[in-house]
């Protein structure tokens, strides 16, 4: 799941603002017609420029200056500018995406590219809706940088062609292979000679030799219920196999009173109840929590494979940020190895763009190993270019999240609720909060979580989707 690039990933990247529906956002943006106002592509068509980038045309990005920073863009951009060196590049690295370029979509005037991101994103579901976002069915055709003979859509892991989808075509690249995990620093555990737990049992056993220590066993991002809902999830799936998040996903009935969800949920409340959740975490927000986590006031914490960029200056300097599974509660039918990732950190091309052609060769650049490796050089973090990181000496948190996702293999699951239904992250996010913070019952947190699933499926304005 997801909120912020963090809090709502499919994160996320592929999210919404907190609660806004549709109708909230970018209102009468909607462009009509059946082709956009503008969009470039003045140059000749060649197999090193598929969308005919005009060489001079200057080009417009916007990135989300969060955990992952900015400076990876400013990279692919000088790539960019090697290949069309009289374009003139305009750069701006923002946190407040949709308060700031609102006004520009509205207007008519969007960026040629945008890294939609963070808590103040653009709703993906809502520009896809008023017709406002390219189809990238041309970029994923197109050659690729690394290998001609083959299209784009041949040299990137398959779960971002799946990520893609809004409205029923691609439009949406989502760029971060991003692995949802337990995290915990391998100094403090190697100095007390801990090892994480694959049972639920195990893991019990654990927590109170942490909390002997001195250390609280498990912090949370208590403002943004979603992180310990992850933990949550990870839980219940691997309880109940694929169908669990598959029928959350696809808002069938009684999705969320699946009985591994209410095995997951009265997991959580052991953990408060035993007082193994770091007291007053459910006040703090994600920078607080994790800041507690990073000067080992409590030892595990969940969150994304971007938890190590985020947090490196504030980290002690033998800080090894270290990627974990959750522990498997009895008669899980999946392995502790596997975990939840998901294709997040959304790029768009507006469909309005004056150089649509250069947002689009952004991107088949941005999908070179050459600039894939520069991304994970940067941020710690993968992409969803396979083998864009082999040779490079990946950071703690980057090496334990690769092997994770590795050891996972088939058995990795994804997420999308979220993502197919914006309005639905505000109030399920509520209800994980109360049930952490322990005023919910199991079979409460499930009703409650049930009736928001149904209010969604309920409304005639929203598309159903299912996975197959």
């Not at 979509?105 to 103040?120: E, L, R």
């Not at 991002?221 to 992850?230: A, S, V």
Request: aromatic share 8%.
């Amino acid at each position: 799941m997801t909120t912020s690039r963090r809090v709502f990933m499919q994160r996320a990247a592929m999210a919404a603002a907190l609660g806004l529906g549709a109708s909230a956002i970018l209102p009468g943006c909607a462009s009509g017609g059946d082709s956009p106002s503008s969009g470039g592509g003045g140059g000749e068509k060649t197999a090193e420029n598929p969308f005919g980038v005009k060489a001079s045309d200057p080009l417009d990005v916007v990135i989300f200056r969060g955990g992952y920073g900015d400076d990876y863009a400013k990279f692919h951009e000088q790539l960019y500018q090697r290949k069309f060196a009289e374009a003139k590049i305009q750069h701006a690295g923002i946190t407040d995406i949709s308060p700031q370029l609102q006004p520009r979509f509205n207007g008519g005037n969007p960026p040629d590219v945008i890294d939609n991101s963070g808590a103040k994103s653009m709703p993906a579901s809502t520009l896809a809706a008023n017709d406002q976002l390219t189809d990238l069915t041309e970029l994923f055709d197109a050659p690729a940088i690394d290998d001609p003979a083959k299209k784009v859509r041949d040299l990137v892991a398959p779960i971002a062609i799946e990520a893609a989808a809004l409205s029923g075509k691609p439009l949406v690249l989502n760029y971060v292979l991003t692995v949802t995990a337990t995290w915990y620093d391998q100094t403090l555990f190697d100095k007390h000679g801990w090892k994480p737990a694959k049972t639920w049992p195990e893991f019990l056993t654990l927590c109170e030799q942490i909390k002997r220590a001195g250390i609280a066993p498990l912090a949370h991002q208590g403002k943004f219920p979603m992180y310990i809902g992850w933990f949550l999830l990870d839980l219940a799936v691997k309880h109940g196999g694929p169908e669990v998040i598959k029928a959350i996903d696809g808002l069938e009935p009684n999705a969320w009173k699946h009985p591994s969800i209410k095995l997951a949920a009265e997991a959580l409340l052991e953990l408060k109840g035993k007082g193994y959740i770091m007291q007053g975490t459910e006040g703090l927000d994600h920078i607080q929590s994790q800041t507690a986590w990073s000067h080992r006031k409590a030892a595990f914490i969940p969150s994304g494979s971007w938890l190590e960029n985020e947090q490196k200056s504030v980290a002690p300097a033998d800080f090894k940020a270290t990627a974990t599974f959750t522990p498997l509660l009895d008669g899980a039918k999946l392995p502790a190895e596997c975990t939840q990732i998901s294709a997040s950190e959304g790029f768009i091309v507006p469909r309005n763009a004056k150089n649509r052609a250069g947002g689009l060769e952004y991107l088949r650049i941005m999908l070179s190993k050459e600039a894939a490796a520069k991304f994970t050089e940067i941020t710690g973090s993968q992409t969803v270019v396979p083998g864009a990181a082999d040779g490079l000496k990946l950071t703690p948190g980057a090496a334990s999240s690769a092997a994770l996702v590795k050891a996972g293999g088939d058995a990795n699951w994804t997420a999308y609720f979220t993502s197919w239904y914006s309005t639905m992250e505000k109030p399920l996010s509520d209800r994980i909060g109360e049930l952490v913070a322990g005023r919910l019952t199991a079979d409460e947190f499930c009703a409650g979580a049930q009736q928001v699933a149904d209010t969604i499926a309920g409304d005639p304005k929203t598309v159903k989707r299912t996975r197959g």
